[in-house]
């Protein structure tokens, strides 16, 4: 919900939340409990575990591996101020950061637990909140939702193609597989991009002066950025500039085209984009995105691909990996304009209006055993009038009232109201609770065991 729309009928909040951040109100979590689920499924199906790095990491961790050059380093890191003593430099206590993805502090999990040991690939899943100092606009936050996958242990196009194909999955279970258009590309080895690069330069000299600043600098510290830039004078010039395609060794060619028959196989299609490199630096030979088919590829939902030296970067043994992560507020945004809509498990099944003290005892003992059977109910609220508790249950949108005045509580009985029916009757007491179960049906009880590794149910000792 807009803010605007929120508060329009209020005084001026003495507080907001910070520039380029945003409560994420019941509404919205309804969607990403619904993306949560899709991921945790599609996942645990091909065999990936969860992890959860921190939220904040030594700096360095961010710097080394996503390169010091791009943007989310060198511009968007969110700095952690540790408490630093009296007279400490206050540059020195920065040693934190916040995260800007999870790719890095997945690779240093990686090293720092030994997870080579373990039976290789090593697929992990993260779910959380990631943190960019960029300037905030429509679908750039500053503290935004990740899902990320990762792939570490093994180098085979196989596992890059089924990679892909669980993004698919996941992005086809909510319903916006048709809204997005897979990019691909190779942007081969090191030396590869080396080389290029060395073109690259060599060709802009003497043509400096026709570029932005913005890809002067590119050109000084991340050449590989110029070939997405958004620049129109960049993009005249990149017209006749030597590409990357061009120093592609054979190797990466023939990942590239297995890689490809892999999708066909899978049915996935994709679009061949030699433009795309990415904007962190720890990637080689695969590289994609999953773009916006109408609007194109300011707003990618989603991207990833293959960063075989990381690992090394954080002192592990040379360990290949591959990845992608999607932006769980652009997936949201996506479902929204396709029209699908997350469930709402949050209604309100029953409200107990209730009147006096002995009614508002046993209504205490009522609203316990319909919750426990599974009933979403609320109420024994306050001292208020029964009118007023009515209007409350509609407010609230419940589907059944329990009413229970003083008269009701002398004959053991209680009045059940079908709020949308406007019809209610008088039952006793006792039956109050299976007669809601029944009016409701199994399928609209909200219940769950807990069960250990045995298949032990865990009593709560109710
Ligand atoms: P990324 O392309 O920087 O890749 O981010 C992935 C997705 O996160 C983006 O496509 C977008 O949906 C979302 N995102 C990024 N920045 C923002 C923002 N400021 N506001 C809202 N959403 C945003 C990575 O992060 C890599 N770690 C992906 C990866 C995993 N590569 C290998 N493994």
Same mark, same amino acid.
């Given at each position: 919900m807009a803010k605007s729309d929120r508060i329009s009928?209020?005084?001026? @909040?003495m507080f907001r939340t910070p520039k380029g951040t945003h409560d994420v109100l019941p509404e919205d979590h309804q969607y990403m409990t619904y993306i949560k689920k899709a991921v945790r499924h599609r996942c645990r199906q091909a065999g990936y575990r969860r992890i959860d790095p921190p939220?904040?990491?030594?700096?360095a961790i961010f710097e080394r591996g996503i390169g010091q050059h791009t943007d989310i380093v060198s511009k968007e890191l969110f700095l952690v101020s540790g408490k630093h003593t009296e007279g400490e430099d206050q540059e020195k206590s920065m040693q934190l950061a916040l995260r800007p993805e999870f790719t890095a502090g997945i690779c240093r999990s990686y090293v720092e637990h030994g997870m080579?040991?373990?039976?290789? @690939?090593v697929e992990l899943y993260a779910i959380g909140q990631c943190f960019r100092y960029d300037r905030p606009q429509k679908g750039r936050y500053r503290q935004f939702h990740q899902v990320d996958l990762e792939v570490i242990g093994l180098k085979d196009p196989s596992l890059d193609a089924q990679l892909i194909h669980v993004c698919m999955n996941i992005f086809k279970d909510l319903q916006i597989a048709d809204r997005l258009t897979l990019q691909l590309n190779n942007i081969g080895s090191s030396d590869n991009r080396k080389a290029f690069v060395v073109a690259l330069k060599d060709f802009f000299i003497g043509k400096?002066?026709?570029?932005p600043e913005i890809d002067l600098r590119r050109l000084e510290?991340?050449?590989?950025r110029l070939l997405d830039s958004k620049e129109a004078d960049t993009q005249i010039l990149l017209k006749s500039a030597p590409t990357l395609d061009q120093f592609i060794d054979e190797e990466s060619k023939v990942y590239h085209a297995t890689l490809i028959e892999y999708l066909q196989e899978l049915e996935i299609p994709f679009t061949s984009n030699v433009g795309l490199v990415r904007g962190l630096d720890y990637y080689g030979q695969t590289v994609f995105e999953f773009w916006d088919?109408?609007?194109?590829?300011?707003?990618?939902v989603g991207g990833g691909g293959r960063y075989d030296g990381l690992i090394e970067l954080f002192g592990g043994a040379p360990t290949p990996g591959v990845g992608a992560a999607f932006g769980i507020e652009r997936m949201i945004w996506h479902m929204k304009q396709a029209g699908v809509k997350a469930p709402n498990k949050d209604q309100v099944d029953v409200f107990v209006a209730q009147l006096g003290p002995d009614a508002k005892k046993m209504c205490l003992r009522l609203i316990s055993a319909l919750r426990e059977s599974g009933v979403h109910t609320i109420g024994a609220l306050g001292e208020a009038s029964l009118k007023s508790q009515m209007r409350l249950a509609d407010k609230f949108g419940a589907r059944f009232t329990l009413l229970l005045g003083q008269m009701e509580v002398k004959e053991g009985k209680i009045i059940l109201r079908d709020m949308a029916a406007g019809k209610q009757k008088t039952v006793a007491f006792d039956k109050a609770v299976p007669e809601v179960l029944e009016l409701l049906g199994a399928k609209d009880l909200d219940t769950y065991s807990l069960t250990d590794q045995l298949g032990n149910v865990v009593d709560s000792g109710e």
């Open positions: 009928d209020m005084a001026e @909040p939220i904040f990491e030594n700096r080579q040991q373990l039976p290789q @690939p400096e002066r026709h570029l510290g991340n050449p590989l088919g109408s609007s194109g590829a300011q707003n990618a």
